[in-house]
């Protein structure tokens, strides 16, 4: 009994170990330019590796527009319907939203399973969420996405009658269906109002707090994860795959004068995002909305880099983030193409996350930028006030401390945020 419960968990290893074999299908439509669609399809390989699949073969199809019935014409689904009898693929995946009348007609002729790019987003966020409330996000998101496409097959299969009138159990069921996401819809609503409420009352703690917060933003794989790890030694999940963050984390991070900040990991962007997810997520990235400043992290290694800053740019204003200072970070500099030229020649820095000393370069930059945002101090410190000294270092920028040892005080300058709970007491000694 014993070898045979070992064989059964060796079996599901060897399971677990091999990758569904994939084939991709893409459809250039005339106004898409051949870069692009030739990123987009990368990166929906990229994807489909994130989720755990395996790319055996991708086709492509240039139209005037989509069909209406099968999303690619009938004589590349011809081709389509023998590559799979060849290859033999767990799953087919479209570059594009599927319709639902789409889905089905495809599902007649073929034989493996088909999801588009908007299902393995899905899938890949529902593999990667850790927290609860990024499980209810997901969940939302996909039972949002579910619910206009029920039918189809199960209807036909399991209808008894025919005729006017008849209801068979195949409806039945479609209604029941129907009627559990909708009730499981409104549950998750009603959980995440909790949540973000819970949320809302931490950034109003921080608030009065007075403290600074930093938010990283940028296009998934661009090294946000690799970038907060460094600088606040959290040790996040980061690797090389799309997605690998999607829970918001936010930790102290410490700047070379001693200035305390709240730095905040958020999830990557993405173009074409589903719409269910940027609503979903839309609670999460509040946390941009709350922020001092933006630290924009780039792919600078990527030669899609200028769209994919201008995707975040524009989810960062479909969001309402405006007015908020931003830094652009080019990361991956160790792995730069020659062709590089950063978008935005001011308020940057081009670094490589995995170098120590560039890290020390962004830590500098960001208080650079600070010190931008501040009001310049001066005051007298008497010796034994060593408390008040090192609240300064945390709560303000400390440049330079002279002690005079005749008069027994420190003469103390640096900056620091007028209407900060250290501000009074600065405020106060500069008068005298």
């Not at 073929?110 to 890949?124: E, F, S, Y």
Request: net charge neutral; with cysteine; aromatic share 6%.
């Amino acid at each position: 009994m014993l070898n045979t419960i070992k064989g059964v968990c060796n079996l599901n290893e060897i399971h677990k170990k091999q990758k569904e074999r994939v084939i991709l299908v893409g459809c250039q439509l005339s106004k898409e330019e051949d870069n692009a669609f030739q990123y987009s399809l990368e990166e929906l390989s990229s994807l489909t590796k994130t989720a755990d699949g395996e790319v055996v073969l991708t086709i492509t199809q240039k139209r005037e527009r989509l069909h209406p019935a099968t999303y690619i014409g009938k004589g590349k689904l011809e081709e389509l319907v023998t590559l799979e009898e060849e290859l033999e693929p767990d799953l087919i995946i479209f570059n594009g939203e599927l319709a639902p009348s789409q889905n089905r007609n495809l599902s007649k002729v073929l034989k493996a399973r088909i999801i588009d790019r908007t299902q393995l987003i899905l899938d890949i966020f529902a593999q990667r969420a850790r927290s609860k409330e990024g499980k209810l996000q997901v969940e939302l998101a996909q039972l949002q996405y579910m619910l206009p496409r029920l039918g189809g097959k199960g209807i036909e299969l399991s209808r008894l009658g025919g005729g006017i009138g008849t209801r068979g159990p195949g409806e039945t069921k479609l209604e029941s269906d129907r009627r559990h996401i909708n009730r499981r819809i409104d549950d998750i609503k009603k959980q995440l109002e909790t949540i973000v409420s819970h949320r809302e009352r931490y950034r109003e703690r921080r608030k009065r707090n007075q403290a600074f917060q930093i938010s990283l933003v940028g296009y998934t794989n661009a090294g946000k994860s690799t970038i907060f790890n460094r600088l606040t030694e959290a040790g996040t999940f980061e690797e090389n795959l799309l997605f690998a963050t999607l829970d918001p984390t936010t930790r102290k991070i410490a700047l070379p004068s001693g200035f305390h900040a709240l730095l905040t990991d958020t999830v990557g962007f993405i173009q074409e995002l589903p719409t269910a997810l940027i609503a979903a997520f839309r609670s999460t990235l509040e946390e941009v909305t709350e922020a001092d400043l933006i630290l924009h992290v780039v792919d600078s290694s990527s030669p899609d880099h200028v769209n994919h800053e201008k995707t975040v740019m524009k989810l960062l204003k479909d969001l309402g983030v405006e007015g908020i200072p931003m830094l652009t970070v080019y990361n991956k500099k160790d792995m730069v193409l020659e062709a590089f030229t950063p978008s935005y020649q001011e308020e940057m820095v081009h670094i490589s996350a995995i170098d120590k000393n560039d890290i020390l370069t962004l830590r500098k930059k960001v208080e650079e930028f600070l010190m931008k945002e501040m009001s310049p101090f001066f005051i007298k410190v008497p010796a034994e006030e060593g408390k008040l000294i090192a609240m300064l270092k945390q709560e303000g920028i400390v440049e330079r401390v002279t002690f005079h040892e005749e008069r027994e005080h420190y003469a103390i300058e640096g900056f620091y945020f007028e209407g900060s709970k250290i501000a009074s007491e600065i405020e106060s000694r500069m008068k005298k």
